[in-house]
Structures are given as C-alpha cells and as structure tokens.
C-alpha cells in the first residue's frame, strides 16, 4: 500500500527532476538514454520517484507548459549563463529552477504523512497556530511546522519535528521545560524562545530572559536574551549577537529582510508559498535586497521583488516562479 512506502530522500527527488527536465528539454542522445535506464535500475527508489514526477508533469499540462516556456524563450533574452545555441533555450535556462518547483509541488505534501501521525499539532504552508498547553505555556507555530508534546509528572517536553515555533514559558521550577529539536535539546530558563528546523541544523533564538542548550557530544551552552545559536551537521556555533525583532518578526505576521541576498530572500519565502520560486542565474541570487511583507500575503512579495530589482518572471501553473533578467 501506498501509505507503507518510506520518504524518497531528497537527493533522489533532486536528481529525478533533473533528468526530467534534461529529457524534455532535448530529446536524450543515446548515451544519456544509457544512463538514464542504469540510474532508474540502481534503485526502486529512482524509479518511483521518477514515476511521480512524470505523472505530475503530465498533469499539469505539459503542452500547454511548454508553449508557454518557448514564447517566454521569444520574448526576452536568455541569462548570460544559458547557453545560446541549445534548443528550447527557454526550457533549458530554466529546467533547474522549474524541476526543484515540480519536486517541490509532487513530494511536499505527499511525504509528511510519518510527521502527521506523531504530531499533536501541525501546521499547513503559510498557516500559524497557537497551541496553549496545559501548564498555561503557549507553542506559536510558524508555516509547515509540527510539535509532539510529552508532559510527565517531573518534566514538560516539547519535540518540534520541523518548521519554528516561538514557546512562551509558564514558570514551574518543579518541571523543567525543553524543547527537543535534532540532536539537541533547549531548556527554558526564562520566558520566550524560538526554535527552527532547517534541513540538517537547529536554530535557537532568545527573545526573553535565557535558555541553556544541550547538543549530544558537546558540554551545554547557555543563551541570553538577543542571542542564538545553530547546532547540526557543522557541530554548534558559539553563541552570538541576533537581530531578534527581525527574527521574529514572523510572529507578529511580518517577514523583515535587511540586505539580504535574493537566494536567502527566496528561500524564506518559499517556506510559506504553495508555489515554488526559482532563481535562474547566479548573480541574480546574489543581488541584495531589503524589504517588509506581510505572511498572510507572500505572493505580493514576488511583485515588488520583481519592481525594486527590475527583473522578470516566469509562472507556471500557479505552482511555480521563476525569477530571472
């Protein structure tokens, strides 16, 4: 049954998607037709994962899709980055950004099926939720999050197992308050904290008072207040300074970006869009930018990206956005 089969990792979907694209953007010579066939062998998980994709794409409309792809390839140039002389150029400038969006549109929701039977509460894209806790503490969610809460006799546990939550803390010097997240583990010794998921790595943010922070093989480290850390795959971070009102700034329904690069702009802002938004070109996804959107509203930021930087866009399918000159 289908509810059986374990995630496809995101290495495999990364790489299904590519040979998507590579397929339909110039028919494969026979030598990637070879390679292609071995990598879908290698692997049940290839092929499965390449069957999803494809289907997906079919229906979307590939035709419709693709007419809209070469009248964009005629309407303006290419990035300096794509290369002139290819076929299709319009598909084939920007199949990486619009195979990651098909990934993204196939395997997000799909795949968070384990999330949702150990969660107690759990959020959709672009949805916050509060969940007040028996002890009087509240956990704000932020988009696609999850928490499983475990209070006991002695002590108070809270799991995030993805997305960000902000925790508000009511005082019980008999039970302890933490928060598990990865590999480590941050308990409250003040008010109001965020934590956040992200990939392999932990972010931890004090916004009131201080927390101390656990990380299996590392001695604890404790945060004050304006101060944060990550811990992950690249070990833990000393503790230091944070923008806290642009941090969470989320939490009172803002995103706050100060001269950030447009891929880290992006990249935020995909967290909260059912769309997904590429960049093609990469000195497009180092341009700096700074602005306030709304997160009930994250569509509109595409739009004044797109005026303040002087840039165009390609949307498909109200499922995908590519960003480009």
């Not at 809209?68 to 990486?96: D, T, V």
């Amino acid at each position: 049954m289908a509810s059986s089969e374990q995630p496809i990792p995101e290495n495999i979907r990364e790489e299904a998607a590519r040979w998507l694209m590579e397929r339909d953007a110039d028919p494969l010579s026979p030598q990637q037709q070879r390679a292609l066939a071995a990598w879908l062998r290698a692997d049940p998980r290839h092929a499965r994962a390449f069957e999803r994709l494809e289907r997906s794409w079919d229906l979307m409309g590939s035709a419709p899709i693709e007419a809209r792809l070469r009248q964009q390839g005629h309407g303006g140039r290419p990035p300096p980055s794509a290369p002139a002389r290819r076929k299709a150029g319009a598909r084939r400038w920007a199949a990486p950004a619009i195979a990651a969006g098909l990934a993204a549109a196939v395997f997000g929701l799909a795949d968070d099926w384990p999330t949702r039977l150990r969660a107690d509460a759990m959020t959709a894209m672009g949805e916050q939720r509060t969940l007040s806790l028996p002890d009087g503490s509240s956990v704000l969610l932020n988009t696609a999050s999850a928490v499983a809460v475990d209070y006991r006799g002695d002590a108070r546990r809270v799991r995030l197992l993805k997305g960000e939550a902000s925790f508000t803390v009511a005082a019980d010097r008999d039970r302890p308050f933490t928060v598990e997240a990865g590999d480590g583990a941050t308990r409250a010794l003040g008010t109001r904290f965020i934590v956040r998921r992200d990939g392999g790595d932990t972010d931890v943010l004090v916004t009131e008072h201080s927390v101390q922070v656990a990380v299996t093989g590392s001695d604890p480290v404790t945060l004050r207040q304006g101060e944060g850390l990550r811990y992950g795959s690249g070990g833990v971070t000393a503790p230091g300074p944070v923008d806290a009102s642009a941090a969470e700034a989320w939490t009172r329904g803002r995103l706050v970006f100060v001269d950030r690069p447009l891929a880290e702009v992006v990249a935020e802002l995909n967290r909260y869009l059912p769309a997904h938004i590429g960049i093609v070109g990469g000195d497009l996804r180092e341009r700096r930018f700074s602005g306030v959107f709304d997160v009930r509203d994250p569509m509109a930021a595409i739009d004044t990206i797109q005026r303040t930087l002087r840039i165009e866009s390609l949307r498909i399918a109200n499922l995908i956005v590519v960003l480009h000159r």
